[in-house]
């Protein structure tokens, strides 16, 4: 026994299958959005990699050159020495003759021809040197360095002091800001180091500064006296204050730190030195929660490294992987509500012309095409019928059996009516209660009236139980009106005799047909 539902699938307008397909849509939709925000994700962790290795290397190169400028100071300190060392350069001062002695050694005492600020210190151990000696001659090319000396102090603010020393126990260093002599035994380190290094340039181990300046690594260059290295100049550098070189380069958050090639530190942010590792190479590694990067300096033995906490990484990632995620999910969303929308304006579109009881067709739409449909029979020479049908007693089937089956008992009789109607031009409509139409074309009236008495013969092969009925089951009564081609009349004067017909149906003993031909007289 077919059923509401059965008819309303049939009628294409049945239970929606949108709900399942918008979460399945939505789903995708989020999907896609998830993971083209994950490969943006890495993506930017991957670019932010790349820029800080980017900045190692920028950052290295500018310290490179720093400390390539500071060796070639040191050059020219060196030639200079090594031109009055030879005899090139004239000796103008003799600071034998000032010499003063101290316990152990001696300190330069007031020059003639000097104000003693512009000086030096010079001092050293065991007994002074004669006027005449090789010492003096190399002490006097010491104090002719004074104006090189003075000029890279002043100019390079990490340079803390300047000194020439000797492998004949004194040294020479600018400026004298200290009050106490240099350090010989320092002075004696550095010379061991120029001995043990044997290269142009050499860098000492980094020691803390007397005056608590900071770290200080000394960088020299030997003086050669006749090709033998007699002693070395000498820069001590505040590497705290290198590293300030690199303070306007953009890091990204990143800490950066500058060590020895052993990973001994030098200077930087030291919060992270249990990191730093003792490959000087070029490297990127990570360690726990940071992203270290090392840089080795081509200038000096030491290696820049970058400290990157990933969780800041991580943080920026998102920040930019965040933007396109909202907007994928709003695009998507927006498409999801926008097929919402475009259904349910399909469905109210449906049910603006649709009966909600039997899925038939309704009065509006009836009264929307009915008479259009009729012009077009006319103009294409065909003949137009209009059938109305009532169900026989439905009052009395009401109050026997409760209006819930009544409302089956219509849904049967649509459905037996739509399954009849093949033609895409036939229409069925519940134009009231339990009244129903079909409009139709065909070639000729005796069709139309066939097609009227199928339709009753429809419902009543449908046997749906109706005791009380004098034929036992469901029936229907149907009134048929026919416009045959060149006849001119309207919906309404059709429509009126197909009721006409319709009544006279049922005063003949109803589920029967009735027919009203052209200029017949409506009743
Ligand atoms: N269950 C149900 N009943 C309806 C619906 N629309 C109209 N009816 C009922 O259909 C009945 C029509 O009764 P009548 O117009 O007196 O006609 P009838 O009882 O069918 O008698 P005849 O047409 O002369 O055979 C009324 O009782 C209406 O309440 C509906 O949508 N559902």
């Not at 020219?76 to 152990?104: F, K």
């Not at 050499?202 to 960088?219: I, Y």
């Not at 000087?280 to 490294?305: I, K, M, N």
């Given at each position: ?83 009055y ?17 101290t ?17 030096g ?91 608590s ?23 001590d ?36 030195l ?13 360690e ?7 840089q ?6 030491w ?18 992987a ?52 009729l ?86 092969a ?50 029967t ?11």
């Amino acid at each position: 026994m077919p059923t509401y539902a059965a008819t309303s699938a049939q009628l294409g307008i049945g239970p929606s299958r949108l709900v399942p397909s918008l979460c399945i849509l939505g789903m995708l939709a989020v999907i896609f959005a998830a993971m083209v925000t994950w490969l943006l994700y890495l993506g930017d962790l991957r670019r932010q990699e790349e820029e800080l290795a980017q900045a190692a290397i920028r950052a290295a190169t500018v310290l490179d050159h720093n400390l390539t400028l500071r060796a070639h100071s040191l050059s020219a300190m060196r030639l200079t020495a090594e031109q009055y060392l030879d005899g090139h350069a004239q000796l103008t001062v003799n600071p034998a003759t000032a010499l003063s002695s101290t316990s152990g050694g001696y300190l330069l005492a007031e020059l003639s021809g000097y104000r003693g600020e512009e000086l030096g210190h010079l001092a050293g151990r065991g007994a002074a040197p004669g006027a005449q000696s090789a010492a003096a001659r190399e002490m006097a090319m010491a104090l002719a360095l004074t104006p090189l000396f003075r000029t890279v102090i002043r100019r390079d603010s990490d340079t803390l002091r300047v000194s020439y020393i000797s492998e004949r126990n004194f040294s020479y260093v600018l400026p004298v800001y200290e009050a106490r002599p240099p350090d010989l035994e320092r002075t004696r380190r550095y010379y061991e180091t120029v001995e043990a290094s044997g290269q142009s340039v050499f860098w000492t181990v980094p020691h803390q500064d007397e005056d608590s300046r900071g770290l200080v690594v000394g960088v020299g260059m030997p003086v050669r006296d006749g090709g033998r290295v007699v002693g070395a100049v000498v820069a001590d550098l505040a590497i705290s204050r290198l590293i300030h070189l690199l303070d306007d380069h953009d890091l990204k958050g990143a800490k950066l730190l500058l060590t020895t090639e052993d990973g001994i530190y030098l200077a930087g942010d030291p919060s992270h030195l249990q990191l730093l590792g003792g490959n000087g190479a070029a490297s990127r590694q990570v360690e726990g929660e940071f992203l270290l990067l090392r840089q080795r300096l081509d200038a000096a033995p030491w290696t820049l490294q970058l400290v990157a906490p990933r969780p800041q990484l991580r943080r920026n990632a998102i920040r930019q992987a965040l933007p396109f995620a909202l907007v994928t999910v709003l695009l998507c969303g927006s498409v999801v509500l926008l097929v919402c929308l475009a259904h349910m304006l399909r469905k109210i579109a449906t049910l603006s012309i649709r009966d909600g009881l039997t899925g038939l067709h309704n009065r509006r739409f009836f009264d929307a095409v009915a008479a259009p449909a009729l012009r077009r029979a006319h103009r294409d020479a065909k003949h137009f019928g209009l059938i109305l049908f009532d169900v026989d007693h439905f009052k009395r089937f009401n109050d026997n059996h409760g209006h819930q089956a009544g409302d089956t008992a219509l849904s049967i009789v649509a459905t037996s009516v739509a399954r009849r109607l093949r033609r895409g031009a036939d229409l069925a409509y519940r134009v009231g209660g339990e009244e129903f139409a079909v409009t139709c074309e065909a070639t000729s009236g005796l069709a139309i009236e066939r097609l009227a008495q199928e339709l009753r013969e429809a419902v009543a092969a449908a046997a749906h139980v109706f005791p009380e009925s004098e034929f036992g089951h469901l029936t229907v009564s149907v009134g048929v009106a026919i416009a045959p081609p060149g006849e001119e009349t309207d919906i309404e004067a059709l429509y009126r005799r197909a009721d006409a017909a319709l009544y006279r149906a049922k005063a003949n003993g109803r589920n029967t047909i009735e027919c009203c031909r052209a200029g017949t007289a409506e009743a």
